[in-house]
């Protein structure tokens, strides 16, 4: 490194493969020395303009793989399960078999405790030890399909008529009310075999102060 002059200063640095002449020492400061290289870049300032809904765009999200639930050992064909959930909670009915949602097909029958053909949530029974034979009940129609409610009417309805409209009664339907009595008439003959069966079936399942049921053997 050296002076000129007294007005002007040269400094001479002598890199690895190239010179650069600096004329300042604000220049070497700056990190300019190196050939081609830039100085580091200013951050973007914040857009003052912000749109007025949020911008959307899509999630992204892992494919589902939906597997049939699977069925717990204790519950077979024929297992009398307790219902501890919904209208019919406490009542004991007969497994018929598991659907493709993994909800299970049960039936009281009918004629017994007043049960019909319905799908039940296995988190939400008891299976127990006892069984019914229900080798050659016919359930192929019985899917979860045919559980499906019909499509509610919702067009927009005046207001003369949402006033004067009278409350429609809800019927079941003939088909489901033939299916029921033809479970009955498989199932009844069976269940009617097995002595007290028939009693057992229609009484309800209750637990009173100070039982444990952790200690219960169903």
């Known amino acids: 490194m050296r002076a000129t002059s007294c ?4 400094f001479t640095v002598a890199p690895t493969s190239t010179m ?3 004329t300042s020492v604000e220049q070497a400061l700056k990190g300019t020395l190196a050939k081609g ?3 580091p870049k200013k951050a973007s300032k914040t857009p003052s303009f912000y749109p007025a809904d949020d911008t959307k765009f899509p999630l992204k999200r892992a494919a589902v793989v939906k597997n049939q639930t ?12 307790i219902l501890l959930a919904g209208h019919f909670k406490g009542k004991r009915v007969i497994f018929l078999k598991q659907l493709e949602s993994g909800l299970l ?12 053909v319905k799908r039940v949530n296995q988190c939400y029974v008891i ?4 069984k019914v034979d229900v080798a050659g009940v016919d359930t ?3 899917d979860d399909k045919y559980f499906k409610k019909p499509s509610k009417d919702r067009s927009k ?3 003369e008529d949402f006033f004067n409209g009278e409350a429609e009664k809800k019927e079941l339907p003939a088909s489901y009310i033939a299916d029921n009595k033809a479970l009955d008439a498989a199932i009844s003959p069976k269940v009617q075999a097995v002595p007290h069966l028939a009693g057992y079936l229609a009484t309800k399942f209750t637990l009173k102060s100070g039982d444990k049921p952790h200690e219960m053997k169903f």
Do not use: D
Request: hydrophobic share 30%; with cysteine; proline share 5%.
């Open 127 to 130: 299976a127990t030890s006892e």
């Open 105 to 116: 097909l049960v039936c009281g029958p009918y004629g017994v405790n007043g049960v019909p």
């Open 7 to 10: 007005h002007t200063q040269l």
């Open 37 to 39: 290289k830039q100085g």
């Open 70 to 81: 699977k069925l717990r050992a204790s519950i077979t064909s024929g297992t009398i399960l």
């Open 140 to 142: 192929k129609k019985f």
């Open 20 to 22: 650069v002449k600096v």
């Open 157 to 159: 309805k005046s207001e």
